[in-house]
Each structure stands twice: as structure tokens, then as C-alpha cells.
Antibody
């Protein structure tokens, strides 16, 4: 059974930093691209960042230069380093597994970790 | 404003069929057969219902079907059941600078 367990969320002041982690199990982690998707309170889904199984990274425009995605294939973990946080980054952040084919399609999601940026 | 356009809400009675539309552009929906549909119940994580426009993952009811015509993808749910009441999101691979784009979501109410 695929399991994705996020951690690291919390309350942080504007301009602060936070590091999210995702522990993956139930599939061969090193064979799959992974993504982070966020959902602001009461709002829709927004793609944030993705990383290929070889480590190539991609970001939505609003987080470029502030967020950094990484993975440790030996430990089965995905991370998102978030710096210079803004109020508009407040959201539930989901770790997501990408289907092993073209198109960056997500087939499994974690339960999410809440990030609140406020003074 | 979301990259893909969905109606904010749809409704139907038990047993009826409903269709949710998802309109994009040549950079996403019409350019690639990588449209997905997700179901999200309140307080829960999204669940994949359809991928590659019309494919159902194992375990998803055959009451759910997907299609695409030009820049508009559609999710049809037949034989509506109370448990289908949820938010539904479409997504697509995109070449417009964002790797993946989502629709704004559609709230399905089963009357």
C-alpha cells in the first residue's frame, strides 16, 4: 500500500523558513518522480514543485528562488525547503507520487501538512 | 484565477448522470492526453478518479468516465450516489511555464 507521510508544517513569520518532509513507502521510491501540491484554506489545488527520479527540478513561478525541492532515494524521503515565506504561501502542502509515465500525473497523495505564514 | 476553467458547482439527484467540464488551451488540455480528474471529500486528500483523459485506476467505479473534445475535457458520473458528493478537480500537463495546471474545482451536490 502506497503511503506518503508529510511533516514539518507549522506557524512561521513572514520572511521565515520552514522545511517540509515526506516519508514514502509501499512503492519503489527511486523509480518515481514526486511533486508538492498546495491548497490554501477553502481554495483549490495548486502545483508547487516536482522532481524527477534523477533529480531534475521544476517550480511554479511564484516560488522560484524561494523554495527548493530535493529527495533522498536511499531513505525514501522527499523534502521542500521554503525560504522567504509570504502570507500567500499559507496552505496545506501535499506530497504526491507521480505515475511512472509521461505527463506528470499524480496517482497518490499524502494527507498534507499545514503551513501558516503570519505575524 | 485557475489555468483550467471548471463550473463552480453542479448538482443532480440520486441515479441521475452529471457532467463536469474542464476547459483549457492548446498548451494543456487540447495539446496532450494527460488530463486527470480528482475527487476530494471535505478534510481529505484528493483521490485519482481518471487519468490520461479516460482511464480509470483500479478500484474506481465504472460509473466514472472521462472524455475530451478539443480544449474541453469532461468527467461524467452516472448513477449518482450520495457518496459522490465532493469537490472535483481536473488537471493537465502544461507547457505554458507551469508543469501541471489545475482547474478551480467543482462542488458536486447530490440532491
Amino acid at each position: 500500500e502506497v503511503q506518503l507521510m508529510e511533516s514539518g508544517g507549522g506557524l512561521v513569520q513572514p520572511a521565515g523558513s520552514l522545511r517540509l518532509s515526506c516519508a514514502a513507502s509501499g512503492f519503489t521510491f527511486r523509480d518515481h518522480a514526486m511533486s508538492w501540491v498546495r491548497q490554501a484554506p477553502g481554495k483549490g489545488l495548486e502545483w508547487v514543485s516536482s522532481i524527477t527520479y534523477t533529480g531534475n527540478t521544476y517550480y511554479t513561478e511564484s516560488v522560484k528562488g524561494r523554495f527548493s525541492i530535493s529527495r533522498d532515494n536511499s531513505k525514501g524521503t522527499l523534502s521542500l525547503q521554503m525560504d522567504s515565506l509570504r502570507a500567500e504561501d499559507t496552505a496545506l502542502y501535499y506530497c504526491a507520487k507521480v505515475i511512472k509515465s509521461n505527463g506528470w500525473k499524480i496517482d497518490y497523495w499524502g494527507q498534507g501538512t499545514l503551513v501558516t505564514v503570519s505575524s | 484565477q485557475s489555468a483550467l476553467t471548471q463550473p463552480a458547482s453542479v448538482s443532480g439527484s440520486p441515479g441521475q448522470s452529471i457532467t463536469i467540464s474542464c476547459t483549457g488551451t492548446s498548451s494543456d488540455v487540447s495539446g496532450y492526453d494527460y488530463v486527470c480528474w480528482y475527487q476530494q471529500h471535505p478534510g481529505k486528500a484528493p483521490k485519482l478518479m481518471i487519468y490520461d483523459v479516460s482511464n480509470r485506476p483500479s478500484g474506481v467505479s465504472n460509473r466514472f468516465s472521462g472524455s475530451k473534445s478539443g480544449s474541453t475535457a469532461s468527467l461524467t458520473i452516472s448513477g449518482l450516489q450520495a457518496e459522490d458528493e465532493a469537490d472535483y478537480y481536473c488537471s493537465s500537463f502544461s507547457t505554458s511555464g507551469t508543469l501541471v495546471v489545475f482547474g478551480g474545482g467543482t462542488k458536486l451536490t447530490v440532491l
